[in-house]
């Protein structure tokens, strides 16, 4: 065999073992996102980071602990308000989503307020308890045990209020401040739509 001809021979050897290495690791780098998003399923259906203990509303949730999985679908729209106790906005909301819901009575939907203050810095529970009380909230609330909702939803601003319909599909997100009106509106669009 010609030397010219060994040497061809040789850089097509490394040529497929070029190949075959980037091959096992595009196979590597697949079986990798494959697990990781098997976890992150698994992770996401009111895991450890998911639960939410409630201070408030056990009786009419059905429990002291819950997974937002119980809350939204079954056949009800369901509004949950994530908030924190330290967080202006999320204060000065609250008496309008109390005075929505009493005067629904929770009716037809479901509501949850979810402290979020302790995974986001801007607050504490005890400074949550505190606040239902000044204010007079009582709906349910309660606060999430982990920062896994933080992540699921991609909170980046508070308060933010998600809207689910009956199906427990998202259909709705505002992030600040929800006045009144608006709160009102959103409820009347999913109640309608839940007919």
Not at 38 to 55: D, N
Not at 94 to 98: D, K, R, V
């Given at each position: 065999m010609s030397k010219k001809r060994r040497q061809?021979?040789?850089?097509?050897?490394?040529?497929?073992?070029t190949r075959r290495t980037r091959v096992a690791a595009l196979a590597a780098l697949a079986v990798v996102i494959v697990v990781g998003g098997?976890?992150?399923?698994?992770?996401?259906?009111?895991?450890?980071?998911?639960?939410?203990?409630?201070?408030q509303g056990q009786a009419r949730l059905g429990a002291a602990t819950v997974a937002?999985?119980?809350v939204v679908g079954h056949g009800q729209p369901a509004i949950v308000n994530f908030w924190a106790s330290n967080c202006p906005p999320c204060r000065r909301e609250?008496?309008?989503?109390?005075k929505v819901y009493a005067e629904h009575g929770g009716q037809?939907?479901?509501?949850?307020?979810?402290?979020?203050?302790?995974?986001?810095?801007?607050?504490?529970?005890?400074?949550?308890?505190?606040?239902?009380r000044q204010e007079d909230?009582?709906?349910?609330?309660?606060?999430?045990?982990?920062?896994?909702?933080?992540?699921?939803?991609?909170?980046?601003?508070?308060?933010?209020t998600l809207f689910f319909d009956a199906s427990?599909?998202?259909?709705?997100?505002?992030?600040?401040?929800l006045d009144e009106a608006q709160l009102r509106s959103r409820l009347a669009s999913l109640l309608a739509s839940a007919r």
């Open positions: 061809q021979q040789v850089q097509r050897q490394r040529r497929v073992r098997v976890a992150a399923v698994r992770g996401s259906g009111g895991g450890q980071g998911e639960r939410i203990h409630l201070y937002l999985s119980d609250m008496p309008g989503f109390q037809g939907y479901r509501m949850l307020g979810v402290d979020v203050g302790p995974q986001t810095g801007l607050g504490t529970h005890q400074g949550a308890r505190d606040l239902l909230i009582r709906y349910p609330v309660g606060y999430a045990e982990g920062d896994g909702l933080v992540q699921r939803y991609g909170l980046r601003g508070m308060p933010t427990g599909r998202q259909v709705g997100r505002v992030v600040g401040f």
